[in-house]
């Protein structure tokens, strides 16, 4: 049951991105790019107290352990994380844009299109294998997309541009496991904050005086920012790219029934089935796994009553 942690981390995470838009959409009257500019700097001003006050002690191993590396280690190390705080950088912005000036479901198409990717890229660059049957799961949501590009056309480049971004993170970060993983995030976050800093004064808007805007940027930060990408890095550990980015379709599907039942955006038939396809294809996918918990389950079921 070891490895059912590491499903479960990746799955707690995905549900919370799925509501992201409850957050997000409040504050949608405010510039995509001063959104992104307070959610990074939040992040990284939080990840910073957290690395430099509360855990003192694993940063100092840390950075002994990161001497000890010969010149090749070293810097691999360093490409990973930068590269980590760069593609997440560009999701948020792509995301944040998207979902505030494009809509709701154009996002969620993003995170359909993004496993798909993410196991093709991890095949290619990690060599991950798959199965017959991930293969097959892997064409299901394929078709699945291509039905929702063809409703909408248009959404589809915007959606590739969120989904390769994360793509090449998760496929990235599969291949960073030497360091504590909040550390890694911390890393990436304040290198992206960094990143961001010199373009603050000449592309933000003027500072926000509503105190509903600090709540929701705090509440991204730490309950759809923090929480979820600790979770998602935690789960890399234990499963592979190609696993992590199917359970990702949880996302999306989230995402989809809150943009229907709550945004009230149109939706039909052609669209629901396409939806109904993808879903199956995050079952077919991890079949073998939901049938080895089905069965261990069973197993300690006939234990304990006998």
Known sequence: ???????LAAIVAFVIWGFFSLVL?????YPSLDILFYRVFFCG??????????????????????KSLNRKERRQTILLNLGGGIFLTANWFFFIYVMNHVSVKATSLAYLVCPILTTVLANFLLKEKLDRWQWASVALSATGCILLS??????????ISIALSYALYLVSQRKNSRFDKLLSLSFQIVFSAILLL????????????????????????????IIPLFLN????????????GMLLNINPIIAFFLAIYHFHEEINMFQA???SIIMLSVLLFNHQQ??????KREINHAAKAN
């Open 1 to 7: 049951m070891k490895i059912a942690k590491y499903y």
């Open 45 to 66: 001003a939080l990840m910073l107290l957290i690395s430099c006050v509360f855990r003192r002690n694993i940063l100092k191993e840390s950075i002994a352990e990161f």
């Open 233 to 244: 890095l935690y789960a890399l550990h234990g499963i592979n790219s190609s696993t992590t």
């Open 273 to 275: 089935s396409a939806y």
């Open 290 to 295: 939901i049938f080895d918990l089905a069965k």
């Open 150 to 159: 063809l409703n909408n056309p248009a959404d589809i480049l915007y959606s």
């Open 25 to 29: 959409k409040p504050i949608d009257q």
């Open 198 to 225: 010199p373009f603050y004064p000449a592309f933000s808007s003027a500072l926000p005086v509503s105190a509903s805007f600090y709540l929701f940027i705090t509440l991204i930060a730490v309950l759809f920012t």
